[in-house]
């Protein structure tokens, strides 16, 4: 469904196309409570009050789940299943779509859209789901690589384990921040010779604070301890996708992640984007990614071949003394 056959006015620019409709958790000012809501164009539908006033009646499926949108994140309503979350967006592209099967709902509802239908500037967005755990992976051969070059140089920026098994490190989930909330400038113990022997660490505030540009993964729910989910059913535990700034202190990063890994220079601060697209959404992006040149081990392969996103991203820095700079632009390729 593409954004002109919606009977809101929806920017061609605009990133909340009724061919999305991602979801969030959002407040305002005259109702503080924290509620699920899903964007499109320049609204946000506050999901809470279309479920109270039967917006989704014509989703008989629906009514024994409806207390999911009381809640003040979307774990339980991802939790519901992917089969669930495209029903319940394909729905609400019925609602909104111009001449679609449901005008009484919200398109002909005036008191209807004047309590849900709410203004995204009016709307302060807010964590969307609560996490209690957080991966962060090595995904992206040329991300590896070029963060390995940093720390070993380009003969041994990858690792021999890189081509078979996925690597990884537990984040810190505490400090998974909404965009927009403000990050202070981290301290830890840094080298400031690199070349002195024996190297003597201070403790300084980071002088090579990073950015990563990366996509984050919600897992819908949870399996039993010890009970691995089988890799052709994991497309099945996947809610959605946001955009993801893993912050990195490098310098402090250097000194401390021999021998276990990443610590304080990785876990000061991960910002995500507040609106989750569904990985329906994404799945008209799918296309095969790069050859491994290793065989993987049979419980590691997938029986789909198209399972790289394709999605362009655009880094744009913003500095006191000008407007706004475009570093880079790149066609980014997420392993999913």
């Given at each position: 469904m593409t954004a002109n056959k919606a009977w809101v006015q929806i920017s061609p620019?605009?990133?909340?196309?009724?061919?999305?409709?991602?979801?969030?958790?959002?407040?305002?000012?005259?109702?503080?409570?924290?509620?699920?809501?899903?964007?499109?164009?320049d609204f946000a539908l506050d999901l809470s009050a279309f479920a109270r006033a039967d917006g989704f009646s014509k989703l008989d499926g629906l009514k024994p789940h409806l207390g999911v949108f009381n809640s003040n994140v979307l774990n339980d309503f991802a939790a519901l299943g992917r089969q669930t979350?495209?029903?319940?967006?394909?729905?609400?592209?019925?609602?909104?779509?111009?001449?679609g099967p449901y005008p009484d709902v919200l398109r002909d509802n005036k008191s209807l859209q004047e309590t849900a239908l709410l203004p995204l500037s009016g709307v302060q967005n807010h964590l969307p789901l609560a996490i209690g755990d957080y991966t962060d992976f090595y995904a992206g051969r040329n991300h590896a690589f070029n963060v390995g070059t940093l720390f070993r140089g380009p003969e041994n920026a990858l690792n021999p384990n890189y081509h078979h098994v996925p690597v990884a490190y537990h984040g810190r989930a505490s400090s998974v921040i909404v965009s927009g909330t403000p990050i202070r400038r981290p301290r830890?113990?840094?080298?400031?010779?690199?070349?002195?022997?024996?190297?003597?660490?201070?403790?300084?505030?980071?002088?090579?604070?990073?950015?990563?540009?990366?996509?984050?993964?919600?897992?819908?729910?949870?399996?039993?301890?010890?009970?691995?989910?089988?890799?052709?059913?994991?497309?099945?535990?996947?809610?959605g996708y946001v955009l993801m700034n893993d912050w990195s202190a490098r310098d402090v990063q250097m000194w401390e992640y021999v021998p276990l890994g990443p610590f304080n220079g990785k876990n000061f601060g991960t910002t995500i984007s507040p609106w989750v697209v569904l990985a329906d959404a994404l799945e008209p992006f799918r296309t095969k990614g790069i050859d491994n040149p290793i065989s993987l081990?049979?419980?590691?392969?997938?029986?789909?071949?198209?399972?790289?996103?394709?999605?362009?991203?655009?880094?744009?820095?913003?500095?006191?003394?000008?407007?706004?700079?475009?570093i880079t632009r790149r066609y980014f390729e997420a392993n999913s």
């Open positions: 620019r605009s990133p909340f196309s009724s061919a999305n409709i991602p979801f969030g958790i959002i407040s305002t000012t005259s109702d503080p409570i924290h509620r699920p809501a899903a964007a499109i164009g979350h495209q029903v319940v967006r394909q729905y609400l592209q019925s609602v909104f779509a111009k001449d830890g113990q840094i080298i400031l010779d690199p070349a002195a022997e024996p190297k003597e660490p201070t403790f300084a505030p980071c002088k090579r604070l990073d950015i990563e540009v990366e996509l984050g993964m919600f897992v819908s729910r949870g399996n039993e301890l010890g009970k691995p989910v089988p890799i052709n059913r994991a497309q099945d535990y996947i809610f081990q049979s419980y590691l392969q997938q029986e789909r071949e198209d399972l790289i996103l394709k999605i362009n991203l655009e880094v744009v820095l913003r500095c006191r003394k000008t407007s706004k700079t475009s």
